[in-house]
């Protein structure tokens, strides 16, 4: 398994423009997210998907859009990025929705994508 | 709201015990957990501890719940260079999201 991948790894945008931040994992999980991490902030939930078809806000969705087509995959798309866009954003997954009766439901993370927007 | 709260940074000497606290305000949480995160990576699942438990002993790592304070701790034996790295405590909300709520992480120096 690869686990959950992610890219690209670098970009650099300038304001206004837009591009989607890639995010696929191949371990049949229901539960995917994305999160910002910014310095003495740890991360933030942006948004997450319970099941492919579903959606929801976390708390910092303003300037993005997601969508679950797939279960695999769970792109994030910035509609018209402004440098308080700049950041490392981390995709995450796990087995299920809901916390688990047994085991942890850990999240796994993705690598990163160092974003920066000028 | 939610919030997780964590102190920014902590320096040990190598071989001595580090200890760094968290505390939380979900008081319904399920599971919390201890995530390592070296640099220019991801984070990885350290530990994690089930809400009806007060501690965890998983090899050099303790974990201890204090559910009354909503205090959570993460204790390394014999700290090593390798251990230097941000730890990040998260909390499971409830309800059947899977949503985690994250602290803001601490830097844990190590000097030789």
């Known amino acids: 398994n690869a686990g959950v991948t992610q890219t690209p790894k670098f970009q650099v945008l300038k304001t206004g423009q837009s591009m989607t931040l890639q995010c696929a994992q191949d371990?049949?999980?229901?539960?995917m997210s994305w999160y910002r991490q910014d310095p003495g902030m740890g991360l933030r939930l942006i948004h997450y998907?319970?099941?492919?078809?579903?959606?929801d806000q976390g708390e910092v969705p303003n300037g993005y859009n997601v969508s679950r087509s797939t279960t695999e995959d769970f792109p994030l798309r910035l509609l018209s990025a402004a440098p308080s866009q700049t950041s490392v954003y981390f995709c995450?997954?796990?087995?299920?929705?809901?916390?688990?009766?047994?085991?942890?439901?850990?999240?796994?993370f993705g690598p990163g994508t160092r974003l920066t927007v000028l | 709201g939610e919030d997780v709260e964590q102190s920014l940074f902590l320096s040990v000497r190598e071989g001595d015990s580090s200890v760094i606290n968290c505390t939380y305000t979900?008081?319904?949480?399920?599971?919390l957990y201890w995530y390592k995160q070296e640099p220019g990576a991801g984070l990885q699942l350290l530990t994690y501890?089930?809400?009806?438990?007060d501690m965890k002993q998983d090899q050099r790592l303790t974990v201890l719940l204090n559910k009354k304070d909503k205090h959570l701790s993460l204790r390394i034996a014999d700290t090593q260079t390798g251990d230097s790295a941000i730890y990040f405590c998260?909390?499971?909300?409830?309800?059947?999201?899977?949503?985690?709520?994250f602290g803001q992480g601490t830097t844990l120096q190590v000097k030789p």
């Open positions: 995450a997954s796990s087995l299920r929705a809901g916390v688990a009766l047994r085991g942890s439901n850990e999240q796994f």
């Open positions: 371990m049949n999980h229901e539960y």
């Open positions: 998907s319970v099941g492919a078809g579903i959606t």
């Open positions: 979900d008081s319904s949480s399920t599971y």
């Open positions: 501890i089930f809400s009806n438990m």
């Open positions: 998260a909390e499971s909300l409830s309800g059947n999201t899977g949503k985690l709520i």
